[in-house]
C-alpha cells in the first residue's frame, strides 16, 4: 500500500488517518482523530491530517 502513496512522507498521516477512522468515535473529522491517535500532540497531529487530507498534491 505505501508504494501508491507516492512520497515517504505520507505514510505515517496516511496510517493515522486509517486508525482514526477505524476507532470508536462518533465524529470522524480531523480533529477528533488527531486527538485519538496523538493525544499528547493534538495540534501538530491536526495540522499533520489535514495536510494529508486537504493539501497534499495527489495524482489522478
Avoid: I, N
Wanted: hydrophobic letters at 35%; one cysteine or more.
Amino acid at each position: 500500500m505505501a508504494s501508491v502513496l507516492g512520497h515517504a512522507d505520507r505514510r505515517e498521516p496516511f496510517r493515522h488517518y486509517c486508525t482514526g477512522l477505524l476507532l470508536p468515535g462518533e465524529r470522524k473529522s480531523v480533529e477528533p482523530m488527531a486527538a485519538q491517535v496523538a493525544p499528547d500532540r493534538v495540534r501538530s497531529k491536526h495540522q499533520s491530517l489535514h495536510h494529508f487530507v486537504a493539501d497534499a498534491p495527489w495524482s489522478d
